[in-house]
Nanobody
Framework: VQLQASGGGLVQSGGSLKLSCVASGRTFSAYVMAWFRQAPGKEREFIAGITSGGRSEYEDSVEGRFTISRDNPKNTVYLQMNSLKPEDTAVYYC??????????????????WGQGTQVTVSS
């Protein structure tokens, strides 16, 4: 099982990026998929999660700016990030839970992880 995240980069404050995460090795279409991020010196934090049916939840600081989506036949989850701020700078990780319907905020609830992609927002 492998999760491959991509799409990170350097962007100015107010700009946009779209992250992608492709899962391979098995089908994850039935499971909750999510994005986390980890800034230097900080713990990994939940950003957004989505169920197989498309129900989503967001961390308060990104609600209204970030949108999570998924393409089940492609085993892919996306994170569209708009109105980026310097405090969004972090390594972003995609993850897959063993849950079908519960979007957990704790990283301990997620079994499979991508390698991370760096997002840097300059002021």
């Amino acid at each position: 099982v492998q999760l491959q995240a991509s799409g990170g980069g350097l962007v100015q404050s107010g700009g946009s990026l779209k992250l992608s995460c492709v899962a391979s090795g098995r089908t994850f279409s039935a499971y909750v998929m999510a994005w986390f991020r980890q800034a230097p010196g900080k713990e990994r934090e939940f950003i957004a999660g989505i169920t197989s049916g498309g129900r989503s939840e967001y961390e308060d600081s990104v609600e209204g700016r970030f949108t999570i989506s998924r393409d089940n036949p492609k085993n892919t989850v996306y994170l569209q990030m708009n109105s980026l701020k310097p405090e969004d700078t972090a390594v972003y990780y995609c993850a897959v839970s063993r849950s079908f319907g519960r979007i957990g905020f704790s990283s301990s609830l997620y079994t499979y992880w991508g390698q991370g992609t760096q997002v840097t927002v300059s002021s």
